[in-house]
């Protein structure tokens, strides 16, 4: 493992850190497009860059999304580096996040979107799983998204988080496929995401678009 050093102090990579008592203003001035960094609740919380294997099954899911949702003219798939402000003192900015089209702000936003969207998902690691999982999970739920997806390669599984009029319905998925009922017709194989080397994205894709 790896080391960052500050001074004569040194951090472990890959790391998370937190800063307490921090502002929306202050958290603003603190960061920029380089910073991968979060607010929740007066707490910044800042990433290391996303580990090789990290980004390459966040990208291939971004891109089965992104590719689908063009396909059908769905919508709008981001992420990683958009940010979101649930509400006060909460902005995020998750692996992937979809927005219907109707709700697709025009123009864009230059700075983050003020709205909670349609679908998000988060990739977990050893780095980011307790925040994942303890923080943001819940702050997706409070805020009321649709549906949430947590991939967790480690454990060969998928957590899909839906919520509907009755409340939220969690399914967990180790194989076969995976679908989503925000983004209709939308699926992946669960075996995708723990092949390694990943499949071709472009016959994932063709499947899911047939």
């Keep these: 493992m790896r080391a960052l050093k500050f001074g004569p102090s040194t951090v472990d990579l890959p790391y998370t850190l ?106 977990l690691s050893p780095s980011n799983r307790d925040v994942n999982l303890e923080i943001k999970w819940p702050a997706y739920r409070q805020a009321g998204v649709p549906e949430i997806w947590l991939i967790d390669p480690d454990n060969e599984e998928v957590v899909v988080d839906y919520r509907g009029k009755e409340g939220s319905t969690e399914t967990r998925t180790h194989e076969g496929r995976v679908a989503s009922t925000v983004l209709q017709g939308f699926w992946l194989d669960a075996a995708w995401l723990g092949a390694d080397p990943l499949p071709n994205e472009m016959d994932c894709l063709q499947a899911i678009l047939k």
């Design 18 to 123: 937190r800063l307490y008592g921090v502002t929306e203003r202050k958290f603003d001035s603190l960061t920029d497009e380089d910073t991968k960094a979060e607010l929740i609740d007066g707490v910044m919380i800042v990433h290391s860059p996303a580990s090789p294997r990290h980004d390459n099954i966040a990208g291939l899911v971004r891109f089965l999304m992104r590719g689908y949702t063009g396909a059908k003219r769905l919508g709008l798939v981001l992420g990683p580096d958009s940010l979101i402000r649930l509400r006060k003192l909460r902005k995020v900015a998750p692996d992937g996040l979809f927005i219907r089209q109707k709700r697709v702000p025009r123009p864009l936003p230059e700075k983050q979107f003020e709205l909670v969207p349609d679908l998000v998902f988060e990739v």
